[in-house]
């Protein structure tokens, strides 16, 4: 038998092994918590409602505030009801920041809210949890639950802002 290389310990360090093989990445999703506490205001002069296909209606409202690190953020707040006028959770309320980039979608019911808890100066709070449904950008992996609670006018059953707090930080 012949042997071109005799047994020895070879060091592999500096040598290209399999060098036409192509490695992925790897495409696991790894969940990054994000603190999105802060309050949006609701500005109901922007408002609008859309016939859905189905016959549903989808009112669509401007919001903009700050939230925590993210500072400024603008965005919409979507509510659906069927086409007999019963709600058709959840809510949504896409924003955009920009430092960072990226976009995110939160999520609460606002079904069954019973009576407003009177807050003063003629303004009712309604609370719901809420959480962080999706997002792009800087938020393409984030997890966020926490609360939402919606402040009205009591005199005119109008919206005034959204205050969002963050439970999991």
Partial sequence: ??????????????????SKIHVASSSATIAKPVVITGTLTVNMK???????????TTSTVAVSGRLGSYGKVRGTWNETYDNFGAYSGPDWI??????PKGSFIIAFNNQDSGSATPIGHGIGMY???????????????????GSIEVLQKNSTKTVESLVLITENP
Avoid: I, W
């Fill in 46 to 56: 922007e408002a609008s409602a859309t016939q859905n296909a189905d016959g549903s």
């Fill in 127 to 145: 609370q719901h949890a809420q959480h962080v449904y999706d997002g792009t950008g800087a938020f393409a992996k984030a997890t966020e639950s």
């Fill in 94 to 99: 896409q924003l955009r920041t920009n430092s």
């Fill in 1 to 18: 038998m012949r042997r071109d290389h005799c047994p020895r310990f070879d060091a592999l360090e500096g040598r290209r092994l399999l």
